[in-house]
């Protein structure tokens, strides 16, 4: 497995750091960390340590709200009590290809063939089923060839991959998956392009509430700039069994800051009613990986943290490594 893929393989890190591997605008601020949580993904920063939700979390509150969620809803009716399996195993081929897409904007190459031995590897890792690794991985072929030809045809200039955003008001932060510029409808347009490798190509409600408010968070450092995101789009691949081919859905505009500002105000006061859960509890417990302990006829002992406890922690490490680079270098010897 190529180094990149291995330091962004969460099932071996307990607290990754979010580093895009392309970046060719300044970083949007604090250096922002993401930690395991059970289902959830959450963040932190430090100086002062803030919890943030991972963007996903939060906007899937809206559509809930809105009755909008039907979409999820159908997709657990169909695979029944395979529901959670077949959600982690699509959000694993998900990430991969994620992750795989990043390295080919950065290097300007991808290899098929190493490929698909690097995602045998990380599907191990990770624990997802060969018999759905022999699926997946033909998929992974058509789907990088689909990128890489809508890449061609639209002269995709690729500016940062995995782009980290936060808003420390709101609580909220998410990696943008590529901030380019990019041709469409025969101009040259700054945009942010949300991956989405679903087994069928389609947009939801929610797609539009993403993009929007990953374009809001970005464009709160960078409006008035070159910078400054104007498009907003969600592409997934089609047709994958056959010709791979690709589909290009423009969500600029269709849910507009006033909408977003309407929306949390509104959560906001379920979140005071006890209805929904928009500021991280830093107070609650969880176990990390870095605290199991296997002992022979005893069950498995979880080091529990609270989460304050948690970020403490790794902020004290982070501290410490820097001491003691800091010494390293200046020692002549």
Not at 29 to 51: H, L, S
Not at 183 to 208: C, G, H, Q, T
Request: glycine share 4%.
């Amino acid at each position: 497995m190529s180094q990149y893929l291995k330091d962004r393989n969460e099932f071996e890190n307990e607290v990754t750091i979010l580093t895009s591997l392309l970046c060719k605008i300044p970083t949007f601020g604090k250096t922002v960390r993401r930690f395991p949580f059970g289902d959830k993904r959450m963040y932190f920063v430090k100086e002062p340590v803030v919890v943030m939700n991972g963007l996903t979390s939060y906007i899937s509150l809206i559509p809930q709200r809105k009755g909008e969620d039907a979409a999820l809803i159908k997709y657990q009716v169909k695979h029944g009590e395979n529901f959670f399996a077949e959600l982690h195993h699509a959000a694993d081929y998900g990430t991969f290809c994620h992750m795989a897409v990043a390295q080919f904007l950065t290097t300007g190459v991808l290899d098929l063939y190493a490929l698909k031995e690097e995602f045998r590897q990380y599907a191990l890792a990770c624990g997802l089923p060969m018999v759905r690794w022999n699926t997946y991985s033909y998929r992974l072929v058509n789907d990088m060839k689909s990128f890489a030809a809508f890449a061609h045809q639209h002269e995709l200039e690729p500016l940062a991959t995995e782009y980290c955003v936060y808003d420390t008001e709101k609580l909220i932060a998410t990696p943008l998956d590529i901030v380019c510029r990019m041709k469409f409808n025969k101009k040259v347009v700054m945009a942010n392009i949300n991956l989405k490798f679903r087994e069928s190509p389609a947009s939801y409600p929610k797609d539009d509430i993403q993009t929007a408010i990953e374009r809001f968070m970005f464009n709160s450092k960078w409006a008035g700039t070159e910078n400054e995101i104007t498009h907003t789009f969600i592409w997934c691949p089609v047709n994958w069994q056959k010709e791979p081919t690709w589909k290009l859905i423009n969500t600029t505009d269709k849910y507009t800051f006033e909408d977003w500002q309407q929306d949390h105000h509104i959560l906001s006061l379920l979140e005071r009613q006890g209805k929904v859960y928009l500021t991280p509890n830093i107070k609650e417990k969880f176990a990390t990986k870095a605290g199991v302990i296997v002992q022979l006829n005893k069950p498995v002992i979880l080091d529990e943290e609270t989460v304050e406890e948690f970020c403490i922690r790794v902020s004290k490490a982070d501290k410490e490594y820097s001491s003691y680079d800091e010494k390293e270098s200046s020692n002549p010897f």
